[in-house]
């Protein structure tokens, strides 16, 4: 069978979208569809998915892209040969292991309802205070993470707490229930997670890869409800009867921002910047684990096979970005549609001296404050909808360029190699943002043709795992970067650095906000 006539999928499974590509096999995408889901708001600060509805989303797009590019020729039902999974990270969900059902929502990375847990408990019953846990996890104590998610979960839902009495119970975060109920569900479904989303939970030792017992018992978690750990890249399983392809195997799983990482080819000193709901910017750190100083998290990068080397870490995680655009058409109606935002912050050549710091629900690195809430400051009477829209978009990109600061002071790496910023997600359409990115940082930003890495990233887990790719092929960054499209910063040093002195002055005025009477 020719490369031509191989395919590889990828569900992509994201905060407020599901899709599901399919790639040939030079790793060219031949069919895509995707779909919106509901996102709930209960209370200020809580953000909820109904996992039902995210099942159902991942069945549509299968079936639909399946359908689009079987109608344009390509055989996908004989040429199929494993899928890859990539998935929003941190949010949990606990569900029955009898009936299949949640007990509740999933409760979303961003969502802030545990900030009591955090800061008004944990924090100040564990003697190594925020980072009680650091030393294992590589995480801080915050609402970010799934493990205090749990504990709400516990807590606040009888179901939970009476499920977990009875053995019931099963916990996951939303890669874990896709490969659950794709591999079977109560008829046998695998209950497994990968190595990139065990890190994000605040559970697995980022040493041994392995869940900790230590953070278990001080947190009172069972571990029997927790999945088996598996690497980024093996056969996990094959699909179930029910869905609209059956008996391929799922062969590749990582958290979206992870699978950026290999969608984008990064090796030991490379990195890259997603621009989606949220900025998340991973460096590669090699095999070394590096502990940050300057307010970043240790993570995973990948681990592609049981027996390959692990890649790590440092990230760091910018929990509003191009949510701040939504906020713009949703909440204040100033435009239609996202796409508009380019066209109306160019009617202006600056933000008339406004900064916009979208700290809606805290401020994620390096600032890590839950009792942050959004502000804009330095507003006028000639303050206009343009210098709003030019605020929000620079906002993006002033978060992005605190996350790199940090980087370069925690690393020992090359600083030529972070500076050369490889960036993806839907936003990065937008060529003015990319723009300001670039003189915000005062370096260049290289944006691939292909933008959809995420996916991508999932694809080549999946085909390496069953041998459709080599790592060399994965890795051969050179000829893709070909027609890449390369930003240069033409901003002048000491415009970028009053600019981010005026930054640093908004953000200071989020803090201690979120106490504020309605």
């Known amino acids: 069978m020719s490369s031509e006539d191989v395919f590889i999928g990828a569900i992509d499974q994201g905060t407020t ?22 996102q709930f ?63 509740y929502n999933a409760i979303v990375w961003m969502d802030a309802r545990t900030s009591s847990i955090c800061s008004r408990r944990l924090e100040n019953e564990l003697s190594g205070g925020r980072n009680h846990f650091v030393e294992r996890c590589g995480l801080p104590i915050s609402t970010y993470f799934s493990a205090v998610k749990l504990l709400w979960l516990i807590e606040n839902v009888k179901a939970v ?64 409800i927790l999945p088996k750990i598996v690497s ?68 995973l990068a990948y681990k592609l096979g049981p027996n390959a080397p692990t890649n790590y870490a440092l990230e760091g995680s910018v929990a509003i970005a191009g949510a701040a655009v939504q906020w713009l058409r949703d909440g204040l109606g100033l435009i239609s549609s996202a796409s508009e935002i380019e066209e109306l912050a160019s009617q202006v050549e600056s933000t008339g001296g406004i900064y916009f710091v979208p700290a809606f629900s805290g401020l994620f690195a390096p600032w890590w404050r839950d009792d942050a809430r959004g502000v804009i400051v330095g507003m006028t009477r000639i303050t206009n909808k343009a210098h709003i829209a030019r605020a929000v978009l620079e906002s993006m990109c002033f978060q992005v360029k605190d996350v790199l600061n940090s980087m370069h002071k925690d690393s ?26 670039a003189d915000l940082l005062g370096s260049s930003v290289v944006r691939p043709v292909d933008i959809e890495t995420t996916a991508l990233g999932a694809a080549y887990a999946a085909g390496l795992a069953i041998g459709v ?42 803090f201690d906000l979120a106490d504020l009477a309605l």
């Open 41 to 103: 708001y209960p209370q200020p600060g809580w953000v909820e998915h109904d996992p039902m509805e995210i099942l159902e989303s991942v069945k549509v797009c299968v079936a639909k892209a399946v359908d689009k590019a079987t109608a344009d020729g390509f055989n996908v039902d004989k040429g199929l040969k494993a899928i890859g999974l990539t998935n929003q990270r941190e949010t949990a969900l606990v569900w029955s292991k009898s009936t299949g059902l949640p007990f």
């Open 412 to 437: 020992t790496l090359d600083s030529k190699e972070i500076s050369l910023l490889r960036v993806d997600g839907g936003a990065t359409v937008n060529n003015l943002l990319m723009q300001i990115q």
């Open 232 to 299: 980024n890249s093996e056969v996990i399983g094959d699909i179930a009867a029910g869905w609209p392809i059956t008996g391929i195997p799922i062969a590749g799983c990582l958290g979206d921002q992870h699978a950026a990482m290999l969608g984008q080819s990064c090796r030991e000193g490379e990195a890259k910047s997603t621009y989606g709901t949220g900025a998340f910017i991973l460096l590669n750190t090699g095999e070394g684990i590096v502990k940050s100083k300057h307010g970043l998290l240790t993570t």
């Open 17 to 38: 979208s599901s899709r599901f590509i399919i790639y040939d096999g030079s790793s060219k995408a031949i069919g895509i569809h995707h779909v919106e889901f509901t």
């Open 161 to 224: 707490k009476e499920a977990i009495e009875k053995k019931d119970a099963l916990f996951g975060t939303i890669d874990t229930w896709l490969i659950w109920n794709l591999t079977g569900g109560v008829k046998g479904g695998l209950h497994v997670t990968d190595v990139s989303n065990a890190s994000r939970t605040m559970f697995m030792n980022l040493k041994t890869l392995q869940w900790d017992e230590t953070i278990l018992e001080t947190l009172k978690i069972p571990a029997e």
């Open 469 to 510: 790719w080599k790592e060399e092929h994965i890795f051969n960054s050179q000829e893709r970067m070909k027609n890449a499209k390369v930003f240069r910063p033409i901003m002048t040093e000491e415009v970028r650095k009053k600019k981010f002195e005026s930054w640093c002055k908004a953000v200071s005025k989020t």
